[in-house]
Structures are given as C-alpha cells and as structure tokens.
C-alpha cells in the first residue's frame, strides 16, 4: 500500500513538472532559471493580491461612506415630506377661506358670469363650423376660453373680455347679410392648397372660381367640394364672383349657418346611373345587356314591320300582284291557279299565309322571353343581396344599419333593374306583335275575300 501510494506521488510529480515545463517551455531554458521564474510570478502574484486587497478594502469604505450619506438624505426628506404636507393642508384650508370669500364678493356677478357661459357655449358650436369663422379664423378658440374663465371660482372676466364676446356676436349677426369677397387658402380635391379669391354670401355659401367650398372648424380652413352643383349653378356663380355691383342670382344653401352640408350632401347623392353601377354587380349588368338586346330587337322588327305594312297598302291599291311583299305573294298564288275550286284555292292560300307568319311574327317570341326573364333574373338577384346581408349580419351584428342598408340597397337594385327593363320589353312586344298581327289579318282578308269571289264566279257558272 505504501508502495503503491509513492509511485502515485512520484507520478502526479512527474506530471506536474511537466506541466510546468511546458508553460514556461518559451521562457526557461534550464532547471534553475524554472525555479527562478517560479518564484518571481509567485512574488508577483503575492504584490497583485495585496493591491487588490487594499482596492477592496478602499471601496467598501466607500460603499459604507456613501450608504450613511443615503441614509441622511432619506431622513431629511421625510422631514420635508412632512413639513410640505402639513403646509398643502394649511394652503387647501387658506384657499377654500378665499374661494368662499371670493364668491361672497362677487355677488351677484356669479349669476351673471352662468348667463354668459351659456351662452357662449350656444354660440360656440356656430362658431366652430360658421364660414364667418373661416374669414375671421380664431374666434372659437376665444370663446373656448371665456367658458372656462366664466366657470372658473378663481379667475374673473373682466369688461374687456365680455365687450369682445359682445363684438363677436354683433358680427356674426352682421356678416351674415354681407356678401365679401377676400383670399384665403382652399384646399383642393386633390389635397393640394391654393391662395384663391373668395366670395363669401353671408353664412350660407362660398365661391370661388366657380367651385362652391365648405368649412369645418376642425380643419380650420375651406375646402372645394369634391362634387360640385350642376352647369347652371355653377354658371351662377361664376357670374357672382365676376360681377361688381347690382343683383345677380345665385344658388345657396338655405339651412345657413353649416357651410353648405346640405348642398354637399345633396350633390353627393349618387345618381341613377352611379346607383346602378355601384349597386348592379353581376346580374344586374347580365339584365341591362339582355334589356337592351330585346329593345334593340323590338325597335328593329317594328322597323322591318313598318315597311312591311306600307308595302303591303301599297299592294292594295295595286292591281298587279309583286313578290316584294307578303300581299303580293298571296295573290300571286290565287293567280297561277285560275282553274282550282274554291276548296283547293283555300288550302293553297292558307298554306301561302302560314308560309309569310313566321317572316311576320320573327323575334316575337325571344321578345317576350327576354320580359318575362328579366323580372325573374331580378329577383335572383334580390334573393342572392339578401342572402349576403344576413351575412354580414351574422359576422358583424345588427349594431350598424348602414351596413344591412347597404347590402339591401343592393340587393333591390337588381329588382329595378328587372322592372325597368320588362316594361319596354313588353310594350315593345305588344307594338310588334299588333303591328304582324295587322299584316296577317289583312293577309286572311284578301284570301277570304279571293275565296268568296272564285265562289260567286263558280256559283253563276252553274246558274
């Protein structure tokens, strides 16, 4: 055992040896100048410990020094704490002592200084969207601090302040029957803004350059209305920004006092047209194409028939039968058979007759079709507009009507668009469908008439 432990000794000795043979291998070049490297890093370590020591020791006196000085400062602000508390308390029972006392003094001017908040306030929302204020910019911003001063138990208007809020009352009043004209910045459809000259009716409307504008006090300036008035209205005021003098006749908004949201709103109405291409979608273009199909049909087979029916009263008055028209053609038939009997004459001419219907009656038939499709084709679509808007129900809620209005809109567009078009469709259909039934009737007239003379020569033949 004492062996075994002496080669383990001798061997871990060995190891580190050549450890450290290898570490200072650059360095040592023999076994004393190893012994000597040793000892210096060993010297060199010993001074390093020291210094770190003493640096140790130099911030902990630090640490200790600067938690005393924490300390100190944390126990005099408590006492300011305190002091500051107990004179916050003291100053909240000094100013309710003056607030009462203030509003002891003021009297009967506390009454008066409600009265003028209320109005105010009345004033102040005819103010913000007035187009006075667009003119006169800054005036809502006044009468948003009269309010709070007017409600204030520690500030007080004064003579001035209330003089200038009676200023601005008389000139609303008083620009409102005046028509101006000054510049001003005007916001374009296309965001861009434009130094213009302005004309101003009262509180109702503004131009310029023959756009009318509007005014909304949280943008601060006008703007021109993406969608203006008709051509005559327009023209209208042109010819008021032009003029010098006189009475010249202009369109406005009567409401006054909204610059001109009801005139926007108006002209922002969307047209038939517009209605029916936001509101068609598929279907309700497949019923414009096949309406204006069966129209176009109509008009042409009431055309052909026209000039059908003047040939053929031409044929009337004629004694010699033509091949240019369905008359002609008949009778052309009674002639190249002189010598038939009245029985054989009536089949022949009968079967010349059912020859000429289908020329007459061509297009009828797809005519009617089309008027009894589209009102069909209308209510498809209803049924499918609907069913899109309890959709939108099912996802969105029934919280916001617009959106079950616009769907339905929609959705009974096609409808219309189904009514509209069966109801030409069908005049249409019934014009040309009397217009052939005419040619055919006069057509069965000759023939009978034809058959009824071969009778009366055959009749007095035999007498």
């Known amino acids: 055992m004492k062996q075994l432990i002496k080669k383990s000794s001798l061997i871990a000795t060995s190891l580190l040896l050549v450890a450290t043979t290898q570490v200072y291998s650059q360095e040592a070049t023999s076994l004393a100048n190893l012994l000597e490297l040793v000892e210096n890093d060993r010297v060199a370590e010993s001074v390093e410990y020291r210094e770190r020591a003493q640096e140790f020791e130099a911030n902990a006196a630090r640490q200790t020094q600067i938690l005393e000085t924490t300390e100190a400062r944390i126990v005099e602000q408590e006492e300011d704490q305190v002091a500051l508390s107990n004179q916050f308390e003291a100053n909240e029972i000094t100013l309710a002592d003056k607030r009462e006392i203030l509003r002891n003094r003021r009297g009967d001017l506390n009454e008066l200084f409600g009265t003028l908040q209320g109005v105010a306030g009345d004033f102040l929302s005819t103010f913000q969207n007035s187009l006075i204020s667009a003119q006169y910019p800054g005036r809502s911003e006044f009468i948003e601090e009269f309010i709070d001063k007017a409600g204030s138990t520690i500030e007080q208007l004064d003579v001035q302040e209330m003089e200038r809020f009676w200023f601005f009352m008389h000139q609303e009043l ?3 029957a005046r028509v101006v004209a000054y510049n001003a910045e005007v916001t374009l459809p296309t965001g861009e803004t434009s130094n213009r000259n302005i004309v101003r009716i009262g509180s109702f409307n503004s131009v310029s350059d023959g756009d009318y504008l509007s005014y909304n006090g949280d943008i601060g300036h006008l703007q021109v209305l993406p969608k203006q008035p008709n051509a005559g209205i327009v023209g209208q005021a042109q010819a008021l920004q032009s003029a010098s003098s006189g009475f010249t006749k202009v369109g406005i908004d009567p409401t006054g006092g909204v610059g001109g949201q009801v005139m926007a709103n108006l002209v922002n109405f969307p047209s038939a047209q517009e209605q029916v291409m936001n509101n068609a979608k598929t279907i309700g273009f497949i019923i414009i194409g096949v309406g204006i199909v069966g129209i176009t049909m109509g008009f042409f087979r009431l ?4 000039l059908i029916s003047i040939k053929v009263r031409g044929q009337l008055k004629s004694s010699k039968p033509s091949k240019g028209n369905p008359l002609g053609r008949v009778l052309l038939v009674a002639d190249s058979n002189p010598n038939a009997d009245t029985e054989t004459l009536e089949l022949k001419l009968g079967e010349a007759i059912l020859q000429e219907t289908p020329t007459l009656e061509s297009m009828l038939t797809l005519i009617k079709m089309i008027a009894t499709i589209a009102p069909l084709g209308g209510l498809l679509g209803t049924v499918t507009g609907m069913i899109q808007v309890f959709q939108q129900i099912t996802v969105y809620g029934a919280g916001d009507p617009t959106i079950m209005a616009g769907g339905i809109s929609s959705a009974l567009m096609t409808t219309v668009l189904g009514i509209v078009v069966a109801i030409p469709t069908i005049f249409m259909h019934t014009v040309v469908k009397s217009r052939a ?26 007498a």
């Open 437 to 462: 039934d005419t040619i055919t009737h006069i057509l069965e007239e000759q023939a009978t008439g034809m058959i009824a003379q071969k009778a009366e020569q055959i009749a007095n033949s035999r």
């Open 174 to 176: 008083t620009e409102s």
């Open 303 to 306: 055309l052909m028939l026209t």
